[in-house]
């Protein structure tokens, strides 16, 4: 496994490719690609096909990232009548999650946007959430062992980690991501110990069952600086001094 500086640098380097790549494919859409989960062409068509997926079903409770080419899977999500939960962004607040509920919400795709859910969702706090049957988040970058490489500001990972923490996904909880072609690649790609895999990436063309499954059980504080630790308030939460531990 690598170090986290190690990680970082080669991260970097597949960004850099796969963000030209899209630009010169002219497969990203308004803002562009660099620098954020790209909003790539085709994303309603690859959350239509995620729809068809037994994990999709399968789920009442979805938890999405709140990027721009997931809104798709986000409206489809309320739609289809699932409950939904999204990322506070950075998760500065003590309640770091906002709740979507479809039963009293107007339209999926307004309540599903960044401004809609901020309006019409409910922030909740840990203890106030429910289980997630299926996470999907963005990605830069994916290959077909499922493994991935998101825009740099860890914080799909921190989130899956707390959600870990907290009992709230388990083994039984399905991930996915959606994505353009051109972010699926055929070689390894750079991990540490605090990054899991996918088990389902989907395209506008096809839909990939990752080969191998790997998700950390909770969050790896020494993963951590102290700065991030302060700046999110559920860790404090739920950080190795309230368990008794050492400070990691």
Not at 90 to 101: A, M, N, Q, T
Not at 110 to 130: D, F, K, Q, Y
Not at 185 to 192: A, I, Q, V
Request: net charge positive; proline share 6%; with cysteine.
């Amino acid at each position: 496994m690598l170090t986290p500086q190690e990680a970082l640098e080669r991260k970097q380097a597949v960004r850099g490719r796969v963000w030209r790549a899209l630009e010169e494919k002219r497969a990203a859409r308004f803002p562009g690609a660099r620098g954020r989960i790209p909003n790539f062409a085709g994303a309603e068509e690859a959350a239509a096909r995620l729809a068809e997926s037994a994990a999709w079903r399968k789920a009442a409770v979805v938890k999405a990232n709140p990027d721009a080419p997931q809104l798709p899977v986000r409206a489809r999500a309320l739609a289809d009548g699932k409950l939904l939960f999204m990322a506070v962004p950075r998760l500065v607040s003590p309640r770091p999650f906002i709740k979507l509920d479809p039963r009293s919400l107007g339209n999926p795709r307004r309540a599903a946007s960044i401004g809609g859910a901020a309006r019409l969702g409910t922030p909740v706090a840990i203890e106030e959430m429910e289980r997630i049957d299926l996470v999907v988040c963005g990605s830069v970058a994916v290959n077909a062992l499922g493994a991935r490489v998101g825009k740099g500001g860890g914080y799909s990972d921190l989130e899956f980690a707390i959600l870990a923490e907290a009992g709230l996904v388990d083994g039984r909880t399905s991930l996915a991501t959606t994505v353009h072609a051109l972010q699926v690649l055929d070689e390894e790609l750079p991990e540490t110990d605090h990054d899991f895999r996918v088990d389902l990436i989907v395209t506008r063309e096809q839909t990939i069952a990752a080969s191998q499954s790997r998700r950390p059980k909770g969050i790896l504080w020494d993963h951590l600086d102290a700065a991030k630790q302060e700046s999110i308030p559920v860790l404090g939460q739920l950080g190795p001094t309230k368990r008794g531990a050492g400070a990691g």
